[in-house]
DNA sequence: CTGAAAGCGCTTACAG
DNA sequence: CTGAAAGCGCTTACAG
C-alpha cells in the first residue's frame, strides 16, 4: 500500500526548503500514514460522500497528525478556483483608499471573486509589488493618482482596469464626474446668501485640478467673484494652513469649498482655532464623502462618491476582461453626489 | 509542428464553459501558434535567457493574439509561489479595521507575503466566505470582535492567529493591553486638576468592560470616585446620546473616558452641541489611536495601538505557524501608550 | 539557442 | 465503499 508515496515521502528529510528542515505533507504522506489511497484522502478531506465513517475518521487523525493542508496550487489547477482581484493603491492610510476597499470587497465577495490587496505607496518595491501581483491574481484595478501612467504602460498581460484616472485615459476603468454636484453645490451656496466664496484647489498654481475650475466656472456663472488658493498638498495639514491665511484677512470668505474632504477637515480645523463658527462665520464643504465626515462636529458638506456603485462597475468590467473581452462599454462614469451636512 | 496543442486546441470550440464560449489559452495554444515548444514560450513570457530576440518576439505576439495569461495554479504548483495571508475583519467600515489592514498590509510585503481581505461583517456568508477563503491562503487572520468564539472551533486546518481576542483566548494571537497606557491617563488628568471624570463604556450594564473597569479602579486610586456609564452600542452616535445627557445635569463631569476613539468623537460631538469648550470646559479621551484622531477639531486624546507593531507580531506567527511550528511564543501582547493631544 | 521528459499536488471520471 | 488512471498548466533540469 502507498509504495509510491514511500519512495518519496518524509522518510527522506534531506529534500527540504522549509526552515523546519521538513516538507510539508501531501496528500501522498496522508494516504500512506492512514493506510488508502489519495482518492480516498480527498473524499474524507473534502467531506464527499463515499466513504465509510471509521475510513473518514482515521484519515482525518492521519491528516491532523501530519499537519496535512491541501495545496491550493493543486486544488487550484483541476477546480479552476476563484478568480483573483488584485486591488492597488497608492496609499492605504489615506481614508479614501479604505472606503473604496471596503465597497469593492464586498462587492466582490458577491460575486465570488477574493480580492489582495496591496499598497504601492511604499517607494522603491512597485515594481516587485506588481510582478508578484500579477503573477497571483486575474484582474489588477488599480486606485493610483499620479503613479496611473507608469502602470498603464507596464500592466503586461494581466488585465488592469484604472480607477478615477482622469479625462486623459482611455484605459478601461471608471472615472468619476464631480460636474453636476458642482452645480448643485453652488446653487445651494447662494441659495443661502454666501457672497465671498473660496476655492482652495491642491496642485501647483499653474495648473488649477480641473475639479478647481468647474468649482470656479459654477460659483462665476452665479454671478460671484471667487478667489481660488492653492494648498501646495492635498493633506489636512496643508489645507489648515492656507485656511488661516484666507480667513485672517479684512474681507473674510464667508465659504470655502475644498478640493476633497481631508482638506476641508483642515478648514474646519483652522476656522476653530481661529474662532470662527461654522457654518454661521463661514461655510465649509469638502469632495469624495468619506465617512470621517459624518464622525466630526461640525458634520461635513460633501459631494460624495457612491463607492458601491464604483465597485459594482469595477466588478462588471473584472469580469468581463477576465474572459478576455476587450470590446466596448469598458469605460465608466460615477456622478459625485450632493450631501448638505452641518457645515454647509 | 505542435501536434498536441492541434488536438486539444482552440479549434475546438466546443468543449468551453467561459461565457465567451471560448477556453483561456493556455501554454500549449502559444507554443502551437508560434511554431515552438512549451519551454520556449516559458522563456519568452518570463524574460528568460537562452532564446533568440526573433524567436521571443514571434511567441509574445503569439501570446497576445490568444491573450495568453499563465495560470497561477500551473506556474504555482511548480514554484510554489508566493505565501498568502488571509485577513478577515468584522466590519471594513469601522475605521479600526482599514488601520489594522493597512499595518498588515506593508509588514506582509515587505516579508514576501499577499495578503486577501475579507470583511464578514456581511451576515450569512460568513461560513462559505471562511471556506473560500481557506482553499485560497496559508495563514488566516482573524480581528473579529464577537465572532472570534465561533471561529477558534471552525478553523479546521488552515492555521488561525486570533488579533485582540480578549483575555480567556488560548489561540495563537496578538492581544492588547491597555493598563499601563490607562495609569497614564488617570495620572495625567489628575495632575491638570480633573475632580469629576465619567467613563463611558460600551457593554450593557451589567458586563462592565475589562477596560471600562480599569480606568475606573485607575481613577479611584487615585481618590477621584469616577461615575460609569454605558452605550448600548460602540458607536458615535450612541456616544453622543449619552454624553449629551451626562453633560446636561448640574453637576457636570469635566472629563469623559470613552471605550474607545468612535465614541470619543460622538462625545466631542455632543460636546460641541451643548456649547462647551474642549478641554477648557470638559475633557475627552477615546482609546485605539486611530489616525481620524488627528484630523478633528480638537484633535483627540487617546491610547494608541502600535498597529505596526502588532503587525510585526502577526506576520511572525504567520511564518512560524506556516511552517508548521506549534510550540512555545504563540501568543503575543502589544500595550497601549498614552497620546496626548488637545482634547484632554 | 531549442526541445523531449519528468513532475509539482490535487480532483475527476471510471472500474471494481 | 475503495482504488488505478488520466490530466489540470506550468517550470526545472537535462540533452542536443
Chains 1, 2 share one sequence.
Do not use: K
Not at 482518492?39 to 465513517?53: C, F, K, L, Y
Not at 496611473?148 to 488585465?159: I, K
Not at 452665479?222 to 494648498?231: C, F, I, Q, T
Amino acid at each position: 500500500m502507498a509504495e509510491s508515496a514511500q519512495l518519496t515521502g518524509p522518510g527522506d528529510p534531506e529534500r527540504s526548503g522549509s526552515p523546519a528542515g521538513r516538507r510539508r505533507a501531501t496528500i501522498l504522506d496522508v494516504a500512506a500514514a492512514a493506510g488508502v489511497s489519495r482518492q480516498t484522502v480527498t473524499r474524507a478531506v473534502n467531506d464527499m460522500p463515499g466513504i465509510s465513517a471509521e475510513t473518514r475518521q482515521r484519515v482525518l487523525e492521519a491528516a491532523t497528525a501530519l499537519a496535512y493542508r491541501p495545496s491550493r496550487f493543486g486544488r487550484g489547477l483541476v477546480t479552476g478556483g476563484d478568480p483573483q482581484l488584485g486591488l492597488v493603491v497608492s496609499d492605504l492610510r489615506n481614508p479614501y483608499s479604505p472606503e473604496l476597499a471596503a465597497a469593492v470587497v464586498r462587492r466582490a465577495a458577491d460575486e465570488g471573486w477574493s480580492v489582495s490587496l496591496v499598497d504601492i505607496g511604499l517607494a522603491g518595491s512597485a515594481d516587485r509589488l506588481l510582478r508578484s501581483l500579477q503573477a497571483q491574481v486575474d484582474v489588477v484595478v488599480g486606485y493610483l493618482g499620479e503613479w496611473a501612467l507608469g502602470w498603464e504602460r507596464r500592466s503586461g498581460a494581466t488585465p488592469l482596469i484604472l480607477l478615477d484616472a482622469g479625462e486623459g485615459s482611455e484605459h478601461p476603468g471608471v472615472n468619476l464626474d464631480p460636474a453636476a454636484a458642482i452645480e448643485d453645490l453652488a446653487a445651494h451656496l447662494v441659495a443661502v446668501g454666501t457672497r465671498r466664496p473660496v476655492v482652495l484647489d491642491a496642485s501647483a498654481p499653474h495648473e488649477t485640478s480641473g475639479r478647481g475650475l468647474a468649482m470656479m466656472a459654477a460659483l462665476e456663472r452665479r454671478g460671484l467673484a471667487p478667489e481660488l488658493v492653492h494648498a501646495s498638498a492635498s493633506t489636512p495639514e496643508h489645507a489648515s494652513a492656507v485656511a488661516a491665511q484666507v480667513i485672517r484677512r479684512a474681507a473674510r470668505p464667508d465659504a470655502i469649498l475644498a478640493f476633497n474632504d481631508l482638506m476641508a477637515l483642515g478648514v474646519l480645523s483652522a476656522c476653530r482655532h481661529a474662532g470662527l463658527h461654522v457654518p454661521d462665520d463661514i461655510r465649509v464643504a469638502g469632495v469624495d464623502g468619506l465617512t470621517i465626515g459624518t464622525l466630526v462636529a461640525p458634520t461635513l458638506t460633501t459631494l460624495a462618491v457612491d463607492f458601491d456603485e464604483v465597485a459594482r462597475h469595477t466588478l462588471e468590467l473584472a469580469v468581463a476582461l477576465g474572459d478576455g473581452d476587450t470590446d466596448a462599454g469598458l469605460q465608466r462614469v460615477v456622478s459625485h453626489r450632493l450631501v448638505l451636512r452641518e457645515s454647509a
